[in-house]
């Protein structure tokens, strides 16, 4: 099937909540096909513990490729142990001029409970703005939820729950068959 054919893999909403000393990163478990559900449980936020600093990442994106980063992103911290902010620029130094890394198509939300941020392909390693950061199919629609929440009394958590509900609610490549970490508070 030509590329122009393919339906294209679609899925995943990622979320991060920084809020009351606490950082909750939660992602939805739907892979799509086109038009079709391929999978609805997958877990796309992982805790990694390098260097016995624990880092939560959540991604969007091709599944190999993200975990090709994950990889990379563990080795850079275990070479700057409890410096988050060195290992996401490193890993996007080498995403960005290594010409096998360029290829890879996916995106990450990182915390080690002090800091978050967004890292892309294109050398991008953003602090969101807000406390609040979403990648993926239905990010835009995870994002402006949380925002909206962000004033009210729920915690880290549940803010992060009930944007991806929303998000779930609007995007059809989202589901609400969530994986949630917390970390700091």
Sequence with gaps: M??????GWHGTTIIGVKKGG?????GDGQVSLGQTVIKGTARKVRR????GCDVVCGFAGSTADAFTLLERLET????????????????????????YLQKLEAMLIVTDGTDMFVITGAGD?????????????GGNFALAAARGMMDTDKDAEAVAR???????????YTNGKLTVEKIGG
């Design 125 to 137: 390693v953003l602090e969101p703005e807000h406390n609040v950061a979403a990648i993926g199919s």
């Design 2 to 7: 030509a590329d122009d054919q393919f339906p």
């Design 162 to 172: 009930d944007a991806m509900a929303i998000a779930a609610d609007i995007c059809v």
């Design 22 to 26: 606490e950082v909750v990163i939660a």
């Design 76 to 99: 850079k911290l275990e070479a700057t142990p409890g410096q988050l902010a060195r290992a996401s620029v490193e890993l996007a130094k080498d995403w960005r001029t290594d010409k």
């Design 48 to 51: 990694l513990s390098p260097g």
